[in-house]
T-cell receptor, first 115, second 114 residues
Framework: NAGVTQTPKFQVLKTGQSMTLQCAQD?????MSWYRQDPGMGLRLIHY???????DQGEVPNGYNVSRSTTEDFPLRLLSAAPSQTSVYFC??????????????FGPGTRLTVT | DQQVKQNSPSLSVQEGRISILNCDYT??????FLWYKKYPAEGPTFLIS?????DKNEDGRFTVFLNKSAKHLSLHIVPSQPGDSAVYFC?????????????FGQGTILTVHP
């Protein structure tokens, strides 16, 4: 059971480039989320999904797109990278089964630098 | 508008003593609260949680206290161990319509000295 996996671990982009951060979970969790962590800001929710085919915006969605075609995968797309998107990105998943939807399992993170 | 605040960026304690980490929130709709622990270069890991129908929850050396009237929660670690040194985040959620959405505080760096 690998839990939540994220690729790549590190990425450097030039302003204007696009890329996709990958996230996968093998726990059959219905909820998946993307957060970014910036110094002094904690973790802020970018987008989340309550099931395959259903996504919604979080606190800081601008500049990011998501889709959820399967239960396992929840990729995050940066359409045109900007230096303000330099951050550490975490994917998380959780399940309502047993009433533990709030207790999210996090991946190891992707450190993104935009120059 | 920071709805969850951890006003102490860092805390330093001696091994064996108590560590107390604090968290304040402003949104009265929050009814479930969690603490996460994060080591460098790793994702956060769930530590302990509390529902708003309780005022205390214990799990081994970790106890979370909730004061709803003051909109304040705290995490007590007794006794503190060097392996507890990490960043601690408190988080809050609204039940019902907002499953899967957590609002995090800024984090507190805990250092436990041997």
């Amino acid at each position: 059971n690998a839990g939540v996996t994220q690729t790549p671990k590190f990425q450097v982009l030039k302003t204007g480039q696009s890329m996709t951060l990958q996230c996968a979970q093998d726990m059959n969790h219905e909820y998946m989320s993307w957060y970014r962590q910036d110094p002094g800001m904690g973790l802020r929710l970018i987008h989340y999904s309550v099931g395959a085919g259903i996504t919604d915006q979080g606190e800081v969605p601008n500049g990011y797109n998501v889709s959820r075609s399967t239960t396992e995968d929840f990729p995050l797309r940066l359409l045109s990278a900007a230096p303000s998107q330099t951050s550490v990105y975490f994917c998380a998943s959780s399940s309502r089964t047993g009433g533990t939807a709030y207790e999210q399992y996090f991946g190891p993170g992707t450190r993104l630098t935009v120059t | 508008d920071q709805q969850v605040k951890q006003n102490s960026p860092s805390l330093s304690v001696q091994e064996g003593r108590i560590s107390i980490l604090n968290c304040d929130y402003t949104n009265s709709m929050f009814d479930y609260f969690l603490w996460y622990k994060k080591y460098p270069a790793e994702g956060p890991t769930f530590l302990i949680s509390i529902s708003s129908i309780k005022d205390k929850n214990e799990d081994g050396r970790f106890t979370v206290f909730l004061n709803k009237s003051a909109k304040h929660l705290s995490l007590h670690i007794v006794p503190s161990q060097p392996g507890d040194s990490a960043v601690y985040f408190c988080a809050a959620s609204e039940s019902g319509t907002s499953y899967g959405k957590l609002t995090f505080g800024q984090g507190t760096i805990l250092t436990v000295h041997p």
